[in-house]
Every structure is written in C-alpha cells, then in structure tokens.
C-alpha cells in the first residue's frame, strides 16, 4: 500500500477569549428526514404530530431544503447528497493555532478547541489576525466525538473586542497525508479542507522536483523512473519504490512507471536475472512465459510500451546487451545450458494438431469419456492472469461442455491475479482452490482427471491452459503430454493429495 506523509515543522500558539465560531457538522437525520419526503411521505405521517410537524416544517421550509408543497429543493437535495449544515455558536473558548510554512507564505490551521480555559495564568494581549485556512475537520474538546468542520472564527464581547490572553509560541509538528487528504491530531486523523490540500500538495510536488530516482506524480501515484540503476532487487522485482526521504517528505511503495522502450528491455532482462539467480532454471520458453504473466500485466509500462513488447522473448543476446557485463558473467554457464539444454520444443502428438478449445475438448474426449470422469483439476500457474493471451474464459466454456465439475488449482503466484476474470470464471460454477505449496515441488501445469472407479489420469502441460494457443488461434504454445501418475510425487509430496485437500 502507498503512503505519502509529510511532516511540517509548525509554530504552536493558543489563545483564549470569547469567540463566536462557524462549523459545518454533519446531520445525518436531516439527510435522512428530507429523504423520507422525497419518498412522498408527509411530515405528519412521519411523526403523528401536529405541533412536531409544524414546527419542522418552518424549520425546512425558511432553510430552503423544501418548498410550499413539502417537495425537496435542490439545496435539500445537496443536504441528502452532502449532509453538512452550517452551525454557529458563542462563548468562552481555548484555540490552538498552528503556523506551517507552505510556498505562497506562512498560514494557520486550527488545530484543537476547547470549550474550558485553562488554569496557566496570562496577560490580555492584541488579538493578531492570522492567514488562517479554514475547512479543516476538528475535534471539539479533545476527549470527545465531537468531529466538525470548522469555518470561521470572530471575536465578540465589549472588553475583549481587541484583546485575547496568548500563550507563548512553542515549536511542533503537523502530519499530513497527502493521499488520504488527513492531518494527525493526536492519535487520531481528521480530513484536511480542499484549500489546505492544495497548498500541501504543491509544497510536497515542488521539494519531489529533485531527486535520483525520477518524476513523482501525485496525481497517478507513480514514479516514472531515470533509470533502473538507484534501485535495490527487491523494489525492483515488485516494481515500486518502498522507501523514500527527502525535507519532511516520506513516500512508501510507490509504483515505478517506465515509459521508454530500451529501458523496459533492461527492466526485463533485470528481471530475468534476479529470477535466475542461485539455483532457479527456467528455460527461455518459460522466462517468456514469466513475462507476460508477471510483469506485462502490471501498470510498470504504459500502454504503448506494453503493444511494443507483447511478442517479446528472451534471447541470449538480450542478456549480453542489457545485462551489465558483471551481471552477464555470473549468467553465462547457466544460460547456455538454458538456450542449449533445456530448449523445450513443442511436442509432435494428438494435441499439438488443435487449433481451438473444441477441437482439445474432442481429444480429450477421445482418450476419456466424460461418463467416466467424477471431476477434472487443473493445476495451473496464472490461470485468472488478464493479458492479450489469456483466454481462461474460453476455454472453461468449451470444457464444461462436457466435463461438468471443474476445479481450478492456482499453485502461486497470487499476485498476477485479476479480480474480474477469477470471478467470471467462478460464475461459471468452477471452483477455485489456492495451494502455494504446490510451487515448491511441482513446476509444471496439469490436468488431472480423477475418476469415478478411483483412479487418475494425469497430463502435464508446459503452458498455461488458457494459453495453449496464440492470440489468433493459430499457433499452439506448448505441449500437452499424457504422463504416469507416479511422476505426481516429489520430494515426499503427492500431488494429487494436494489438490483434493
């Protein structure tokens, strides 16, 4: 989660005297009260009073929320919409100022007030008019519930007209939220007023103008990066920037945004290497594999760096280009074995013939009849993954046409994750199982048809189902290989134990 806080030295001034003050509270039963009349109800059916709904009327009626006929004005409606109502009161009150520097010149926020003086023993001073920015909520005395929006603050009374009892100025600190649009009042945060904000957020904008790493939008909430250089393996794996400080600032995991296509090349091939380093293999297939589900389907790039790259793949030569030289080195051995090796070719058999969803859903057909199958589990890396070749939905469709009881085992990688498909596939009445222990062991994606005398019919896949063809449909991008379930158990662990729970 992001965070963009911004701690503001601030000058601490209270003063106290007889005031008269303007808050915007919120009036939830007035809210709630005119939207019973736009319901067409009448006051005295509400209320079963005349003198009740007399007296309301003329209340509602010289407010202006509604007219002759009880019928909402378009200020009533505002009240539904936005149930703050201006509120005046007077009296004795102790007023806590706080003086913050923003670019135009210093200004004044009120920070706490209290309807009891305090016992500290103080000279009447000048009242000084103060730049004070108002619409800020509050707590009126601090102990209480009392949230309000203060507006406006004027002296009254004959002797303190002019006069106030001042406290002296002691240095403090203002916490501001800059997404949220909150300032920290104790242990408590309270909305900041849209003129505040805007000052904030234009003194925040102009001391991020200058940093290492690159252009920080507060609108976006991203960092458009310099270069991929400043950053460490983990910041860059997740793709944001977890910590940084700079004059009061401090921002959290904010998102890198890369717009420049050479520069999206290296964050690839960085990429790559973090996942190939120490004992992991991953053959090219399966890098590119890796890049579209892992790092095309973040917002890293902007759109028309993703069109760029969405028939990238990885090569040897990629890794010397953008591969420091250091970096290169350490990766040499290891990808010569992955190019020359561990170069997974499309295997030649029933499957690889497919050219759509139906056409596998016959096959499969072929070698197992559907009144034989009890339920099919696939066992899957990225299967709710949205990228241009994830057709998931498709094929779940044509499946189900004959295989009714479908579970899907995502195996990890919880984070490529769309909400949207994973729902339209449970919609479908798939259901769905998370297992990140299955990654451990098993690398691979499966079809495991569990049947109904109590057997299984395994197939292994080196692709994503719901990738197994080209966004056109007419290039097959992996295999399908029916295997011995003697190769679902490694290292101690039995996969088809794990999937059935």
Known sequence: MTKIHYQVPSELTNIEGKFKLTFFRERKDIAGLLTELKKNRKLIDIFRSNSISNALFKNLLESGYIDNNQNITSKGQLIINHPLIAETEKGTYSIDFSKIALLDGDYSIIT?????????????????????????????????NEFTTFDSLDLYGEQRATRVMESSTTKSEVKFDILDKKY?????WLLCGDDLYIKLKSKVEQILLTNDYGHFDLDLVTLTIKSLKDFSESDLIKGQLSKFNKDGVTIENIPISIKEGNQALEYAYLYAYFKLKGNNYLSFMELDEMFQNEILTRDIFEESVK??????????????????????????????????????????????????????????????????VNKVYFVLGYPFVKNQRNKIIDAMNSFKKSYKDIV?????????????????????????????????????????????????????MTCEYGQYFSQDHGTVMGSIIKIDSKELKKDKFDLLQMVRG
């Open 184 to 188: 920290k009042f104790g242990d408590k």
């Open 408 to 460: 899907i085992v995502q195996k990890g990688n919880i984070q490529t994750k769309d909400q949207k498909v994973e729902s339209d596939v449970t919609n479908m009445g798939i259901n769905i199982v998370e297992n990140s222990d299955i990654l451990k062991s098993f690398h691979d994606r499966y079809i495991l048809f569990s049947l109904k005398n109590g057997k299984f019919v395994s197939y292994l």
């Open 307 to 372: 069109r760029k790259l969405a028939s990238f793949s990885y090569s040897m030569n990629g890794f010397r280009q953008y591969l420091s030289d250091d970096k290169f080195k350490t990766l040499a051995y290891k990808l010569s074995i992955l190019e020359y090796l561990l170069d997974i070719k499309i295997q030649n058999n029933e499957f690889s013939s497919a050219q759509s969803y139906d056409q596998l859903l016959k096959l499969f057909e072929q070698e197992i009849s559907p009144s034989e």
């Open 112 to 144: 706490n007030i209290k309807r009891k003086l305090s016992d500290e023993k103080r000279l009447l001073t000048p009242y000084q008019n103060r730049l004070l920015i108002s619409h800020n909520q509050i707590i009126v005395d601090n102990d209480s």
